[in-house]
């Protein structure tokens, strides 16, 4: 299904818009050729640096990729033909907005250079055509800015690779050619674009190590854990031969293979391994091939003495350069570099220069003559080669043992050079500077051109020769440990014969106090102390008793003092209360009298006076009541007549008579109602006159109620106060009398008691001299009985104790004897060990049969009886690798490129790689949050069987982490979490394995016991970070660093510290032990790389070169070399012995962005 085309305007839009920051069109470099602009080399190229990291497949920002032509096509990113018209450029020229790529984007990607525009903007006018295939050239990450420092290094047990930590890259070197190999990458990483070639991890590389064999590298980063192995060499291709003579010729171009078999040749291409032609025409064995310089011809000489020139294009040969009277058999050919002569070598100890262009012209009659016969030789050459540089210059090799320099064309000897057994191949490196020999002596050589002075012997299998290294360092170790042991051994055998000694004396002494009569002496102490026992307890009864009659006479006088002091008081007290009773008594008494006689008084008035006038007022008021009615009854009368008498006055009907009736009638009424009238007013009168005398009675009965009362009042009053005062005064009496009783009784107690405390105060006297005098008689008879039981006690307790030390004499005594008899087996089976190491290498050491330089001069191959082909430092002979396939002796070695070719007596011949290829085998961890790993692992350790490896880590100032996980599936195979409560930042495993001991930011060192997980010791001293530990050989002892700017070395059998350095200026950052020697490598903050030894902590050598900060350093264990690095990036490599400089690995330097000159 096509891509969905996106519009100009939409593809605008949706890119990152930073148009503000603008700052007009950036220049573009007018770019003329004619050759078409090639988009996977020339375009790509940038676009991957600075636009695909928001464009690529995975992660396409406003769908618009920008992987390949046909991407940018689908996305009409551009208009083939019309680059001002296309979006891609004018956006990346920033001529239009938004600018790309935008300004301070998290992808670090940069502005097109004036040199880059002018290539894009000159591909879309060729019409933006290309194609991007798979394969490509490397093209590695740049480390990010300002993250350039090595946290980790790592080298290879036999020093041939180091490896260091830049950012989140790793970089292995090849320590002996001083070249960087490669650049580990983590396949996943790519997937996403993200990354490049050449990264191995998100986040820093903090930790690496190698493990023993030094193929399989273990690097820490955030949560995870990486193992890369390197890939063992092996044959890339395999080549079928008819012959098991091994005699092949490569052509300089690297394109034909020539291998004589029998009488014939065959051309095979030895990239393809097809055949390309064969060559036939020789009537005998053919013996030596070899390719004109200009890869045109081929010469061949044979077993008869022929020699023929092969036209490479036809497969036609010229007639045979034949003009000898004996034939001779041809046993090597070469051409000069010129390619105007060919020379041979011969079994009759001669070289023959043949004129090459009079051979391909018409042979003469008779055959062609050589040119020259070169001389020297004393018995039959083996091997011809060319010297790159001169035009006429060969170098010859013979059964003689020398080698050989000649000038062909002036039949003249250059020089010769000694080998010291037959010479079978001879090589010149490609510099024409070096020559190398190869020998049936077991040997072959490097000389050097200018001189002839021997440079190296290569001897032997660098494998073979490794492993007896390490076992002679383990034998002189386990020597150094026999002694150490012997020694221990004779030490805990004198502790055993003083514990030996100190338990007969001891026994002795013993006997000598028992025999003794201690029992005698003990009898009459026991009688002397049980009188004493019995005066002593009498003594301190009666003793008691006293003190304690003394306190009850003490407490009883003062109660009865107290007691006497309250009854004078109670006395006093009691005196005023009765008094005061007195008194009111009295005066109740008269305030009683006062009362009787007001109320007789009250009485009689009342009696006489009060009652006759209310009696007579009562009558008056009876009386005044009767006449009041009476008058009314009149008046209410006489009004009735009056009103009748007015009625029949008036009334007309009326009679006079009756008129003067009624009117008589109303005025005798009238008369009656007057006379009643009268009557009223007298009774009216008469009762005033009577309440009046009731009233006067009254006042007078008043007055004399009130004195009555007032009197009554006043003698109750006196009589409840003279009751009131009477209990007072009665209980004053009372507690008077008690008070008395009590101080009387209470005299008589303390009385008493001081009668009894005199007398036990007499007793008590006598007591006590009974008691002072069974006591000197005790004291008498316990000095007779300590003369005799104390030296017994102390023999008794002295022989106790050498029991015990002789015990643990003996058991230390046959730990040590264990000690020294599993040293002396372990040293013996070294020996062995090595004895048969040594006849290994020996046998190891077989002819050599070929021998080659590489392309670059730098290496010398070679091949021999042992079936391997070996690669070795031209410069100094140090064996580098091996290569095992051959089932057959090697011999024929030739080069091609970075690829080499061996021909071998089994019929095959193998094409090789010089490349090493390193492959991320598994990963620990996943660098999430779900990751068994906390945090960054700072550090990694290989256990000694190499079967797992133990990481630290752990989330800062929470908790630390000491893991042990297997190398075979990457399980977790053992977790110490609470080992240490803050980040583990070093650890290392015992030699045995048993141990692990570890670093931390809590400030602590701790060794952990690996099968139970037990802290063996806890060492408490550094006042910082620890930052890295190592165990000296022996596993005795243990030595620390850390940000507290010293170095701690402590006795792990003890757990005590031994001895510290406190004096450097800076943070000390790493220590690792170097082999099974007690000194250490040590890197510091103030620049330095150190190494200490183990007895003072004082420096034995330093190795000069940084220039900032150190954090990371790594010893091989041959003490041979030291590797280090740190803040400056650089990675450098000395040889201990002497502290020189064999290399600096500087940070490559970031791509130059390409201008205008690079066209």
């Given at each position: 299904m096509n891509q969905t085309k996106l519009p100009l305007a939409l593809v605008a839009a949706g890119l990152l818009a930073h148009s503000a920051d603008a700052k007009g069109p950036l220049p573009v470099a007018d770019v003329k050729r004619a050759k078409p602009v090639d988009f996977q080399s020339e375009i790509l190229p940038f676009l991957r640096a600075n636009c695909l990291a928001c464009h690529n497949r995975t992660k396409a920002k406003a769908d618009l990729i920008l992987e390949t032509p046909q991407d940018i096509m689908e996305a009409d990113a551009v208009v083939p033909g019309k680059p001002d018209e296309s979006i891609l450029f004018l956006l990346s020229a920033h001529v239009d907005d938004p600018p790309m790529p935008p300004p301070e984007n998290k992808a670090s990607a940069k502005n097109l250079s004036p040199q880059q525009l002018g290539l894009l903007k000159?591909?879309?006018?060729?019409?933006?055509?290309?194609?991007?295939?798979?394969?490509?050239?490397?093209?590695?990450?740049?480390?990010?800015?300002?993250?350039?420092?090595?946290?980790?290094?790592?080298?290879?047990?036999?020093?041939?690779?180091?490896?260091?930590?830049?950012?989140?890259?790793?970089?292995?070197?090849?320590?002996?050619?001083?070249?960087?190999?490669?650049?580990?990458?983590?396949?996943?990483?790519?997937?996403?674009?993200?990354?490049?070639?050449?990264?191995?991890?998100?986040?820093?590389?903090?930790?690496?190590?190698?493990?023993?064999?030094?193929?399989?590298?273990?690097?820490?980063?955030?949560?995870?854990?990486?193992?890369?192995?390197?890939?063992?060499?092996?044959s890339q291709r395999t080549i079928a031969l008819n012959s098991d003579a091994a005699i092949i010729a490569l052509a300089g171009d690297g394109q034909a293979l020539a291998v004589a078999e029998g009488n014939n040749i065959r051309l095979i291409n030895p990239n393809t391994g097809a055949a390309i032609k064969t060559l036939s025409g020789h009537k005998m064995p053919v013996t030596s091939v070899a390719f004109s310089p200009d890869n045109k011809q081929l010469l061949s000489g044979a077993a008869d003495g022929a020699l023929h020139i092969w036209n490479l294009a036809d497969g036609k040969f010229t007639a045979p350069m034949v003009a000898m009277e004996k034939p001779s058999k041809i046993t090597a050919v070469t051409w000069t570099t010129n390619g105007k002569l060919a020379v041979t070598a011969h079994e009759d100890n001669l070289m023959r220069v043949w004129d090459v262009a009079a051979a391909l012209g018409e042979a003469p009659e008779g055959?062609?003559?050589?040119?020259?016969?070169?001389?020297?030789?004393?018995?039959?050459?083996?091997?011809?080669?060319?010297?790159?540089?001169?035009?006429?210059?060969?170098?010859?090799?013979?059964?003689?043992?020398?080698?050989?320099?000649?000038?062909?064309?002036?039949?003249?000897?250059?020089?010769?050079?000694?080998?010291?057994?037959?010479?079978?191949?001879?090589?010149?490196?490609?510099?024409?500077?070096?020559?190398?020999?190869?020998?049936?002596?077991?040997?072959?050589?490097?000389?050097?051109?200018?001189?002839?002075?021997?440079?190296?012997?290569?001897?032997?299998?660098?494998?073979?020769?490794?492993?007896?290294?390490?076992r002679e360092r383990e034998l002189a170790f386990a020597k150094k440990e026999v002694t150490y042991h012997t020694n221990n051994l004779k030490a805990k055998a004198d502790e055993l014969k003083k514990a030996d000694d100190r338990l007969k004396k001891a026994d002795e002494a013993k006997k000598k106090a028992e025999a003794a009569p201690i029992a005698e002496k003990k009898k009459t102490l026991d009688a002397a102390n049980a009188e004493k026992k019995t005066n002593e307890d009498k003594y301190n009864k009666l003793k008691t008793d006293y003190d304690a009659e003394v306190k009850v006479f003490t407490d009883a006088d003062a109660a009865a003092k107290t007691a006497e002091t309250a009854a004078t008081k109670a006395k006093a007290d009691a005196a005023k209360p009765v008094a005061d009773l007195a008194a009111k008594e009295k005066a109740a008494a008269t305030s009683k009298t006062a009362a009787g006689n007001a109320k007789k008084n009250l009485d009689n008035l009342t009696n006489t006076q009060l009652k006759p006038a209310e009696a007579k007022a009562a009558t008056a008021k009876s009386a005044a009541a009767a006449a009041q009615k009476a008058f009314e009854t009149?008046?209410?009368?006489?009004?009735?007549?009056?009103?009748?008498?007015?009625?029949?006055?008036g009334d007309a009907n009326k009679k006079p008579e009756e008129k003067q009736a009624a009117a008589k009638a109303a005025t005798d009424k009238r008369n009656a109602a007057n006379a009643a009238k009268t009557k009223l007013i007298q009774a009216q009168t008469a009762e005033k006159a009577a309440v009046a005398a009731v009233t006067a009675a009254k006042r007078r009965v008043d007055a004399a109620k009130k004195a009555s009362d007032t009197t009554a009042k006043a003698s109750a009053d006196a009589a409840k106060a003279a009751a009131d005062a009477k209990p007072l005064a009665d209980k004053a009496k009372a507690a008077q009398a008690a008070a008395e009783k009590v101080a009387t009784d209470k005299r008589k107690v303390a009385n008493d008691s001081k009668t009894k405390r005199d007398k036990l105060n007499t007793d008590q006297a006598a007591a006590k001299k009974a008691f002072d005098d069974s006591t000197k008689k005790a004291t008498t008879a316990q000095g007779e009985y300590d003369k005799l039981e104390t030296p017994r006690k102390n023999a008794v307790n002295e022989f106790d104790l050498a029991t015990k030390a002789k015990a643990k004499a003996d058991a230390t005594h046959k730990e040590a004897d264990a000690g020294k008899k599993a040293a002396d087996e372990h040293s013996k089976q070294l020996e062995t060990a090595v004895a048969s190491n040594k006849e290994?290498?020996?046998?190891?050491?077989?002819?050599?049969?070929?021998?080659?330089?590489?392309?670059?001069?730098?290496?010398?191959?070679?091949?021999?009886?042992?079936?391997?082909?070996?690669?070795?430092?031209?410069?100094?002979?140090?064996?580098?690798?091996?290569?095992?396939?051959?089932?057959?002796?090697?011999?024929?070695?030739?080069?091609?490129?970075?690829?080499?070719?061996?021909?071998?007596?089994?019929?095959?011949?193998?094409?090789?790689?010089?490349?090493?290829?390193?492959?991320?085998?598994?990963?620990?961890?996943?660098?999430?949050?779900?990751?068994?790993?906390?945090?960054?692992?700072?550090?990694?350790?290989?256990?000694?069987?190499?079967?797992?490896?133990?990481?630290?880590?752990?989330?800062?100032?929470?908790?630390?982490e000491v893991q042990i996980w297997k190398i075979a599936d990457g399980k977790l195979a053992k977790n110490f979490a609470e080992v240490h409560s803050d980040s583990v930042l070093g650890l290392e495993f015992s030699r045995d394995g048993k141990f692990i001991a570890s670093a931390s930011a809590d400030k602590f060192v701790k060794v952990t016991e690996v099968a139970t997980g037990?802290?063996?010791?806890?060492?408490?001293?550094?006042?910082?970070?620890?930052?890295?530990?190592?165990?000296?050989?022996?596993?005795?002892?243990?030595?620390?660093?850390?940000?507290?700017?010293?170095?701690?070395?402590?006795?792990?059998?003890?757990?005590?510290?031994?001895?510290?350095?406190t004096n450097l200026g800076k943070e000390v950052t790493s220590i690792h032990y170097v082999g099974l020697t007690e000194q250490a490598v040590v890197t510091a903050g103030d620049k330095s790389v150190r190494l200490i030894n183990t007895s003072n902590l004082n420096d034995a050598r330093s190795f000069a070169g940084g220039t900032d900060y150190m954090y990371a350093c790594a010893a091989t264990p041959d003490a041979r070399y030291i590797v280090a690095g740190g803040e400056d990036s650089a990675l450098r490599v000395w040889t201990l012995a002497d502290g020189k400089a064999v290399a600096t690995f500087e940070a490559p330097k970031p791509p130059a962005e390409e201008t205008e000159e690079n066209q």
């Open positions: 000159l591909w879309i006018a060729q019409g933006a055509k290309g194609t991007v295939t798979a394969a490509r050239t490397i093209e590695w990450a740049p480390l990010p800015e300002g993250l350039n420092a090595i946290y980790s290094v790592a080298v290879t047990p036999d020093g041939q690779y180091a490896a260091a930590g830049r950012a989140n890259q790793i970089f292995i070197y090849h320590v002996p050619s001083k070249k960087l190999v490669t650049r580990l990458t983590d396949p996943s990483l790519l997937k996403d674009n993200l990354y490049k070639n050449g990264v191995s991890h998100r986040d820093m590389v903090h930790a690496l190590t190698f493990n023993q064999t030094g193929d399989v590298l273990a690097s820490g980063g955030y949560r995870e854990v990486k193992l890369w192995r390197r890939q063992p060499m092996k055959g062609l003559k050589p040119h020259k016969e070169l001389k020297g030789h004393s018995q039959p050459i083996l091997s011809l080669t060319r010297i790159p540089n001169n035009d006429t210059q060969i170098l010859s090799g013979s059964r003689d043992g020398t080698v050989r320099h000649w000038d062909a064309n002036g039949g003249n000897q250059v020089r010769s050079m000694t080998h010291g057994g037959p010479v079978i191949a001879v090589s010149v490196s490609p510099d024409a500077t070096k020559f190398a020999s190869a020998s049936e002596n077991n040997t072959g050589k490097i000389w050097n051109a200018a001189n002839g002075q021997q440079i190296a012997e290569l001897r032997g299998q660098r494998d073979a020769k490794l492993h007896l290294a390490k009149a008046d209410s009368e006489a009004k009735a007549a009056e009103e009748n008498s007015k009625k029949i006055a290994a290498t020996t046998k190891s050491e077989m002819p050599i049969r070929a021998i080659a330089f590489s392309a670059d001069s730098q290496q010398v191959l070679t091949g021999g009886d042992d079936m391997k082909v070996h690669t070795w430092s031209a410069t100094t002979g140090e064996a580098l690798e091996s290569f095992n396939g051959h089932k057959g002796a090697v011999k024929a070695l030739v080069f091609n490129g970075e690829k080499f070719i061996s021909a071998s007596a089994d019929k095959t011949a193998q094409v090789w790689s010089l490349g090493i290829e390193w492959k991320l085998e598994r990963v620990v961890g996943t660098g999430d949050a779900k990751s068994p790993l906390t945090d960054r692992v700072n550090t990694i350790d290989f256990s000694p069987d190499g079967k797992q490896i133990a990481t630290g880590s752990g989330e800062p100032s929470r908790g630390g037990k802290i063996v010791h806890n060492f408490e001293g550094h006042t910082h970070h620890a930052l890295g530990v190592s165990w000296l050989p022996h596993g005795r002892q243990l030595v620390s660093v850390g940000a507290d700017n010293s170095i701690r070395h402590w006795n792990f059998e003890a757990g005590e510290r031994i001895r510290q350095r």
